[in-house]
């Protein structure tokens, strides 16, 4: 009877462990086996969203000084002040989503959903996070991009809180972060903004934008209003017109860019610039179509995984940065 009643005590225990992990998202039964406290908090910062912050470089690349040398590094700078902003507001948000993280099927393996982060680790370090970035940010270039920074975090925090809730208003708050970056690369180097760029840039961000919700849209199914209010409001013909209507203002405004660009050389220097500049819209218009059909191919949930992943993205985007910079700097 002894031998019997051991294998009942301990039973229960290893499924009842496997099936929260389970719930959680997590491939791996122990939670011995899976990722460190450490190593959670630095999955839970997304290095791979980094690579969005490389948008700090855009405006002085666009002017033509992001190689000076007192520019790039005020450049990288800026880059880790936005690195360490951005990191915060991604602990805080998975806080206050975990419980919806789980009903995604890759949210819901982010360290806070898994409960392979405490909560107050990640609050205490997102705290952390911020104020060094704010800090930074009034070290580097004052008041300027200390604002920059500190609306891009009052903007992240009220989505978070609220206005994820909210149709289009919450498309909007995403697309902002990527406009506040390029905007903290000028106020950080002081490179004034053209009207082309910010244009660019702000729909280029909407279109973005859009592809993750419409990946989402497909991905999530019946489901998606659980996991995202606003899904639940957005037909899929919706985001269709969300892209088209995005990418053909980018699109637009570059070209009005390039050519603006071009007119505005004396004509010694055109002779020496050619057409670069107008040039590097077809592989800005060859970049803009891959993204649309990786969205349409389920694949565009993830910007920064397609960015770094899709190899006819990568030659479209090194092509268009080569004639730039034969044309900024012939």
């Known amino acids: ?15 009842a462990h496997r099936s929260v992990r389970s719930q959680a998202g997590e491939a791996t039964p122990s939670a011995s086996v899976e990722r460190a406290i450490p190593v959670a908090l630095l999955y839970a910062t997304r290095p791979r969203q980094w690579v969005k912050n490389l948008l700090v470089f855009a405006a002085p690349a666009a002017a033509g000084v992001a190689f000076h040398l ?6 990288v700078a800026a880059f880790g002040i936005f690195a360490a902003a951005s990191a915060s507001t991604y602990l805080v948000n998975d806080v206050l989503d975990k419980n919806v993280d789980r009903l995604h099927p890759v949210k819901s393996k982010r360290p806070v959903a898994a409960g392979e982060l405490p909560v107050r680790v990640a609050l205490v370090t997102a705290g952390i996070l911020l104020t060094c970035s704010i800090v930074g ?9 200390t604002i920059v920074v500190g609306t891009y975090v009052v903007v992240s925090l009220a989505y978070s809180v609220a206005l994820k809730r909210m149709p289009v208003i919450e498309m909007a708050c995403v697309g902002s ?7 903290a690369g000028g106020a ?10 910010l244009l660019v840039t702000s729909f280029g961000a909407l279109f973005i934008v859009g592809g993750k919700r419409s990946a989402e849209h497909e991905v999530l199914g019946d489901g998606r209003a659980d996991h995202r209010a606003a899904l639940g409001e957005y037909p899929a013909g919706f985001l269709r017109t ?17 050519f603006d660009r071009y007119n505005h050389l004396s004509l010694s220097d055109r002779n020496g610039h050619l057409i670069w500049f107008e040039l590097s819209i077809i592989p800005f218009v060859l970049a803009v179509l891959a993204v649309e059909l990786a969205v349409e191919r389920g694949r565009g949930g993830e910007p920064e995984e397609l960015a770094l992943r899709d190899h006819g993205l990568q030659v479209f985007g090194l092509a268009w940065v080569i004639l730039l910079l034969i044309g900024i700097y012939s």
Do not use: D, E, K
């Open 1 to 15: 009877m002894t031998h019997m009643r051991v294998p009942q005590r301990h039973r229960p225990i290893a499924p």
């Open 70 to 75: 007192g520019v790039f590094g005020r450049s």
């Open 137 to 145: 940010a009034m070290l580097l270039a004052g008041r300027v991009l």
């Open 177 to 183: 972060g990527f406009v506040l970056r390029a905007v």
């Open 188 to 197: 950080a180097t002081h490179v004034p903004l053209s009207p082309w760029f």
């Open 242 to 258: 969300v892209r088209t209507l995005a990418a053909s203002v980018a699109v637009t405004a570059y070209c009005l860019w390039a």
